[in-house]
């Protein structure tokens, strides 16, 4: 528009000189009026601007972390062991393998729990209800959770037996697996605790390792 404006100008200064010194002997329908370059200008309309179509959100679809690996150990066929600092959860197998997942633990030194467990509680699509601590951290948050997707716990949940609130879970926020992230529960991605939930038992040994 900026640029039409310029033209606009040097067009009506050109008429101007123009009419200004016509020669004698032009008849005067001959001449360009000022008024009549305006109209025609009014006429012409500005570029559209381009419209670009806006870029779809691709949502970002987070799969298992289970791998089959070889381990080492001195536990049986069975057994649980979390390694904190690997973010890892193995199940240990027969003939020096195990079954490997993703994990997300305590956000500090002092929600990383270490000792010997046992899953003394097997919930599916859990419904959660917040601990005061973490009430008194978020305030506004809702005092139940009932099974869906918005659920912390996300769709299994193994308590661990001798401690007041710690359990391996499923999230809602798949992201964090491989963070230290949580209160200090062990949380995996739904595809993993499913596939974890159906191999263990009440009563499985879990031993947490730093």
């Not at 100008?9 to 002997?25: C, D, M, N, Q």
């Not at 066929?77 to 199940?91: F, H």
């Not at 951290?137 to 005092?143: L, Q, Y």
């Not at 769709?155 to 697996?177: E, K």
Request: glycine content about 8%; proline content about 7%.
């Amino acid at each position: 528009m900026e640029g039409i404006m310029k033209l606009l100008v040097k067009i009506i200064l050109s008429a101007t000189l123009a009419v200004s010194f016509v020669p004698k002997g032009f008849a005067a329908s001959q001449i360009i009026h000022v008024d009549e370059v305006i109209k025609s200008l009014s006429r012409i309309k500005a570029p559209a601007k381009k419209r670009y179509p806006k870029e779809k959100k691709v949502k970002k679809v987070y799969g298992a972390t289970k791998e089959n690996v070889s381990f080492s150990t001195q536990y049986k066929p069975g057994t649980l062991i979390i390694k904190t600092s690997e973010r890892k959860i193995y199940l240990v197998g027969e003939w020096g393998r195990a079954i490997r997942y993703g994990i997300a633990v305590g956000s500090t030194a002092g929600r990383q729990w270490k000792g010997k467990s046992y899953i003394s509680r097997k919930r599916p699509n859990p419904t959660w209800i917040p601990t005061a601590s973490i009430l008194r951290e978020n305030p506004k948050m809702p005092r139940v959770y009932k099974p869906g997707p918005r659920n912390p716990l996300g769709m299994r949940a193994m308590n661990l037996g001798g401690t007041p609130t710690l359990r391996i879970h499923g999230t809602n926020a798949p992201w964090s697996i491989g963070k230290a992230a949580s209160h200090g529960c062990y949380r995996m991605r739904n595809v993993d605790v499913i596939d974890l939930y159906n191999r263990v038992e009440v009563g499985t040994q879990v031993i947490i390792e730093a």
